[in-house]
């Protein structure tokens, strides 16, 4: 049953990341590709992207990827579809957790995979500083779905 308690006014901040008017308590993020819609819903500022499940481009690596992040990237032929997508999701994440956009971030935002024993430590880098986020991976059916908070 529809409730308009729950009914919040949105608004838009930054390059039209949408908020919940007057509320600083409660934040989302949407996220789509092919059939699949993601919405992460949080008590602090968050983003999400779910991409994969196609081909891409190799310029886009070079173009679009650090030379850290193009060389781990194609470092393993077996791997680089994965790879590139977990770093794609994670920049496009990124960009909607800070509202800055995809093209203001990109070329801004270095996320560095180290690999641990039993799972992969990343680091982001924005604008050559070590930023404290946290960021979730997942897989689904094929996809690579990444939230940063």
Request: net charge negative; with cysteine; charged share 30%.
């Amino acid at each position: 049953m529809y409730d308009s308690l729950y009914d919040f006014p949105i608004e838009e901040i930054g390059q039209g990341k949408p908020v919940y008017k007057d509320r600083e308590d409660i934040y989302f993020n949407i996220s789509h590709s092919g059939n699949v819609v993601v919405v992460v819903v949080s008590n602090v500022a968050v983003g999400v992207d779910i991409d994969g499940n196609r081909n891409f481009r190799d310029n886009m690596i070079d173009r679009f990827y650090s030379s850290n992040e193009a060389t781990w990237v194609k470092e393993n032929e077996l791997y680089k579809n994965d790879r590139f997508f977990r770093i794609w999701t994670m920049k496009e994440a990124f960009s909607k957790l800070t509202g800055d956009g995809l093209i203001r971030t990109i070329s801004n935002v270095e996320f560095i995979v180290e690999k641990k024993l039993q799972s992969d430590s990343v680091h982001c880098i924005y604008n050559g500083k070590d930023l404290d986020v946290t960021i979730k991976e997942y897989k689904y059916n094929g996809y690579n779905l990444t939230v940063i908070y």
